[in-house]
């Protein structure tokens, strides 16, 4: 079973960056994907950016590319989440989650993912 400890949260100015950690603890296999979530008060829960264990493939919503990058590293089988140039907006609760059945057409669907972190807190003051 995987368990997933999400850190890194805080609070940052607009403009300022931030980089969240989600250390994974258990079975990782190579076709596995971890992706971030965040959920912003009143709203539903959307994805962020899901990387496929092996590091090969990455993924990101309209709303951060060109801000946010994920990355692995799989010998401390933790993934990170760098946000750069961040906006009020992004303000909300960052979740990391992991499947063992990687789907790339649904890799920003929760319903996806069997392994959820607890959140860490992201608010970005203007």
């Known amino acids: 079973e995987v368990q997933l400890q999400a850190s890194g949260g805080g609070l940052v100015q607009a403009g300022g960056s931030l980089r969240l950690s989600c250390a994974a603890s258990?079975?990782?296999?190579?076709?596995?994907?971890i992706a971030w979530f965040r959920q912003a008060p009143g709203k539903e829960r959307e994805g962020v950016s899901g990387?496929?264990?092996?590091?090969?493939?990455?993924y990101y919503a309209d709303s951060v590319k060109g801000r946010f990058t994920i990355s692995i590293n799989s010998a401390k089988n933790t993934v990170y989440l760098q946000m750069n140039t961040l906006k009020p907006e992004d303000t909300a609760v960052y979740y990391c989650?992991?499947?063992?059945?990687?789907?790339?057409?649904?890799?920003?669907?929760?319903?996806?993912?069997?392994?959820w972190g607890q959140g860490t807190k992201v608010t970005v003051f203007s």
């Open positions: 258990g079975f990782i296999f190579d076709d596995d994907a």
């Open positions: 990387i496929t264990s092996g590091g090969g493939s990455t």
């Open positions: 989650a992991a499947t063992h059945s990687w789907n790339v057409g649904r890799w920003n669907r929760p319903e996806s993912y069997g392994y």
